[in-house]
C-alpha cells in the first residue's frame, strides 16, 4: 500500500516562504506522476503543482496562481517530492496534500498572516 506523508507547513507572515516535503513509501515512485493540491476553507480541493511523465502533457506544471512563486521537484533517491513556495500571499493559505494515481496524504496546514 502507497503512503504519502507531506510535512512542511506552518504559520508564516506574507511575504515569506516555506518548503513543503512529501515522502512516498510503498513502491517504486520514480515513474508514477506526483502532484500537489490544496484546500481552502469553504473552498473545492484544487491543483496547484506536479509532474506528468508520459502523454502529452509531460512536463511540470503550475496553476496560473503559483506561477512565478512556487517551485515543484523531486528527489527520487528519497522517494520525495517538494514544494517550494515563495512570496507566499494569504490567499495561499490551505491545507496542502500530496497526490498520487489515487493516493493522497494527510494534508499539511500552511497558513499565511498578513
Known amino acids: 500500500q502507497v503512503q504519502l506523508v507531506e510535512s512542511g507547513g506552518g504559520l508564516v507572515q506574507a511575504g515569506g516562504s516555506l518548503r513543503l516535503s512529501c515522502a512516498a513509501s510503498?513502491?517504486?515512485?520514480?515513474?508514477?506522476?506526483m502532484d500537489w493540491y490544496r484546500q481552502a476553507p469553504g473552498k473545492e480541493r484544487e491543483f496547484v503543482a506536479g509532474d506528468s511523465w508520459s502523454g502529452a502533457g509531460v512536463g511540470t506544471h503550475y496553476a496560473d496562481s503559483v506561477k512565478g512563486r512556487f517551485t515543484f521537484s523531486r528527489d527520487n533517491a528519497k522517494n520525495t517530492v517538494y514544494l517550494q513556495m515563495n512570496s507566499l500571499k494569504s490567499e495561499d493559505t490551505a491545507i496542502y496534500y500530496c497526490h498520487s494515481g489515487v493516493n493522497w496524504g494527510q494534508g499539511t496546514q500552511v497558513t499565511v498572516s498578513s
Open positions: 510503498g513502491r517504486t515512485f520514480s515513474s508514477y506522476d
